[in-house]
């Protein structure tokens, strides 16, 4: 398992947590969501064109 994996299972059991347990407010809710998908959009760019590492390679 690579750290891309590690992140991504991170942010769904937050995801979860704040679902469940209800730690913010409804515009809270909006903030976190729209922050942590920048970060996971930034970091999987990064990723995908920067340093042009992906799971699956080409044939």
Known sequence: MTIFHAIHIIVG???ILVNIFEMFSPTG???N???LGAIIL???VYYLFARQ???VKKV
């Open 42 to 44: 930034v970091y999987n």
């Open 29 to 31: 809710f909006f903030w």
């Open 53 to 55: 590492n992906v799971d």
């Open 33 to 35: 969501n729209v922050i």
């Open 13 to 15: 059991a937050w995801l």
